[in-house]
């Protein structure tokens, strides 16, 4: 199992993710995309407060490959003052960073139009080869985006296309494949409060929790680069990197919860900002609970106590194994985990909520689900649902520590950060 920090030789490979780009919600509900940027790279350093290299981004929640309605807001941006005080403001519409064309959301983790968005699917999943006839410098356009299939995929990977979305979308057999052995309502959680056996093993489980068991993302991978030589940046680095790509992966899962997509964008939005650190917290203490002293950011990239203190992350190592040490006294299993995750994404301390019912709703139905789950198969310990529920206070405090940490680590330049990563922090202050 590869570490961070073997030796001054090994490091890791840092892929380069895309930068979010800006949405506005109109009154319709959909998204109005805008503001063309062609800029391939995806990182911002940060110098003493000041963003260097990246446009101030402003958030957005989204996360599509099938063309769905993406999540969107326009929170404040991660501008230039080292207080990072929140300023709201309005933004210009976004484009289609291929095309020029209006964008319908974030896909493959950059804005684009639906066009461009199926064009690069159908290529990576057929695995065309494209050859330009003339000098592999066509202008890509709306209007001469079919001109030249070389050049326009070429783009799409220049502004930061992720083919890994494209894979997994093909490995898993695709959107409805994945989601059809639900066969009830995403948008209705009560449909879900019906007990049944499960196919997996002996546990009966609810459907609420049985359904959240498989929508649950797959773990990503961190991959050794022996040309990063500074073992403490090569953490960092990496560790903000795995980051931006579980944001990523939130926020599709996210819309996966039963009862969330019925929610007004406004208040998906604000619960995402309010519970993602929370969300990635649970998902690194869950996979932690096996090892004694190391906390598993990914499958194969641990974190120890050395390799903490040496990059100025010891605190945070410090409270994450209190919050570990926490659940494996509880002695979590998967089903509690993922029942978990969601309740956390409900339980918004966000005062930006529109429909405070519709989202407590939300919450009671999820703790019915926990209770129902706790009921068929911890049935001899009547408060286990109640001592888990218990958890959540120390999960915030945690994720705010964690908050802190990053904060500080985006004031202080040392690396560079995504866009996407730097708006939900943004986000949390």
Not at 82 to 90: A, E, H
Not at 216 to 241: H, Q, Y
Request: hydrophobic content about 35%.
């Amino acid at each position: 199992m590869y570490l961070c920090g073997v030796s001054q030789s090994l490091g890791l490979q840092v892929k380069a993710e895309p930068y979010s780009p800006t949405f506005q919600m109109d009154t319709g509900g959909y998204f109005s995309p805008g503001g063309l940027s062609d800029t391939s790279s995806s990182y911002g350093v940060s110098v003493g407060g000041q963003s260097q290299g990246i446009d101030s981004p402003t958030a957005l929640l989204g996360f599509s490959d099938s063309g769905d309605k993406m999540l969107a807001d326009s929170p404040p941006s991660l501008g230039e003052d080292p207080t990072m005080q929140c300023t709201l403001r309005s933004v210009p519409k976004r484009l289609c960073l291929v095309c020029g064309d209006t964008a319908s959301g974030y896909h493959y983790g950059v804005a684009s139009c639906e066009a461009c968005k199926a064009f690069f699917k159908r290529t990576i999943q057929g695995n065309i080869e494209y050859s330009c006839p003339v000098v592999n410098d066509c202008e890509i356009t709306k209007r001469r985006r079919k001109s030249c299939q070389a050049c326009r995929f070429r783009k799409c990977l220049n502004v930061g296309m992720m083919k890994e979305g494209v894979r997994l979308d093909r490995v898993r057999g695709g959107r409805q494949k994945y989601r059809r052995p639900v066969e009830v309502d995403t948008a209705d959680p009560c449909s879900y409060i019906t007990s049944h056996h499960s196919v997996l093993g002996k546990k009966t489980m609810n459907k609420v929790v049985s359904h959240l068991i498989l929508v649950e993302p797959g773990d990503i991978f961190a991959t050794p680069d022996p040309s990063v030589l500074d073992n403490d940046l090569c953490t960092l680095t990496t560790l903000c990197e795995l980051i931006n790509r579980k944001l990523l992966m939130t926020i599709g899962w996210a819309k996966h919860v039963p009862g969330f997509s019925i929610l007004s964008l406004a208040d998906q939005m604000a619960l995402l900002q309010s519970a993602w650190m929370e969300i990635l917290v649970l998902g690194i203490v869950f996979r932690s609970l096996t090892l004694s002293e190391e906390l598993a950011v990914a499958e194969n990239f641990l974190l120890g106590r050395e390799q903490c203190r040496n990059t100025g992350l010891l605190h945070l190592y410090t409270v994450l194994l209190q919050l570990v040490k926490k659940y494996k006294k509880t002695r979590l299993d998967k089903e509690e985990f993922v029942t978990l995750k969601a309740m956390a994404l409900a339980n918004s301390d966000s005062t930006n909520i529109e429909n405070m019912e519709a989202v407590l709703s939300l919450q009671d139905h999820l703790h019915e689900a926990l209770q129902d789950y706790e009921r068929e198969n911890h049935g001899e310990d009547n408060h286990r649902s109640g001592k888990l529920l218990m958890t959540l206070p120390l999960l915030r405090q945690t994720a705010n520590e964690a908050v802190r940490t990053f904060c500080q680590i985006r004031l202080e330049g040392r690396i560079p950060m995504h866009k996407l990563f730097l708006e939900m922090l943004e986000a949390k202050m």
